[in-house]
Structure formats: C-alpha cells, structure tokens
C-alpha cells in the first residue's frame, strides 16, 4: 500500500473534516488525514518498544519511518483513552474526531502489513486496542 492509499482509506474511514479542527487553521480533509494518522503514529511509537515501531516502520511507506521514529526504546504503558486525547492535543481536534481517527489508522494499518507485525504490535497494546478495532462503524 503506498503513502496515497494509506491517506486516503483513513479520510474515508475517519470521516473526520478538517472543519473538526480546533484551532481553526484551514486544512482540506486530505491533510486531516494526514495529521490525523501523523499524529497516530507519534503516540503509538511512544506506546509500543523502539524495536516493534521499527519493525512496523519498514512495512510501511515513507513518511511513515519518520513519524515512528521512537524516543525511547522501551515502551510507555497508557490506556487507550490516554492515547487518544493525546493524539486529540497534539492533531488540534476533539476526543470523539481523535477517536475516529485512531480507528481508521489502526484498520488500515492492519490492512497495510503484515497480519504477523500487526499482531505483534497488537500484543504490546492491552486488550481494549482491539476493542476499539472491534467497535462495529
């Protein structure tokens, strides 16, 4: 999957316009997206160790091993709801659009490597991740 479709499956997913953001600045809805899954991967690179984002990195297209980079090698345990107001802080939108967004670059994630990495990256998140992929649309 290249950088475009990856993008574009999490607009759609999402459903979150760029109107949602908070600070007013105007984007199109392709670059909420983009902030959108940017940001996404930042937190989870926090979350899960330096090697898995590592690993996650290489199967997906670039920007994407920028924005997995990890500050630190061993990962920072915080629940779902905590991951996600921090990607509502850092995106400039609110809970509900960060929690939009962070399903849709989750499912595409699965959808863009392998089922191994995803799994391996889902065994360093506790059970209510999955929960959220679960949560019917």
């Known amino acids: 999957m290249d950088y475009d479709q990856f ?3 999490v607009r759609q997913r999402a459903g979150v316009s760029a109107s949602r953001r ?3 600045m105007p984007l199109t809805d392709k670059e909420m997206a983009e902030a959108l899954t940017r940001v996404t991967l930042q937190v989870l690179s926090q979350r899960i160790s330096g090697g898995e984002a590592r690993d996650l990195a290489v199967q ?3 920007p994407f091993e920028e924005w997995l980079r990890p500050e630190h090698e061993h990962a920072e345990p915080v629940d779902v709801e905590v991951f996600i107001q921090r990607v509502a802080d850092r995106a400039f ?3 509900e659009a960060a ?4 399903k849709a670059v989750f499912q595409t994630l699965r959808e863009a490597v392998t089922s191994n990495e995803f799994e391996d990256v889902l065994a360093q998140l506790p059970r209510e991740y999955t929960a959220l992929l679960d949560e019917s649309e």
Request: proline share 6%.
């Open 7 to 9: 993008i574009e499956l």
């Open 22 to 24: 908070l600070d007013g």
């Open 60 to 62: 997906l297209p670039s």
């Open 93 to 95: 939108v609110d809970f």
């Open 99 to 102: 929690r939009a967004g962070v």
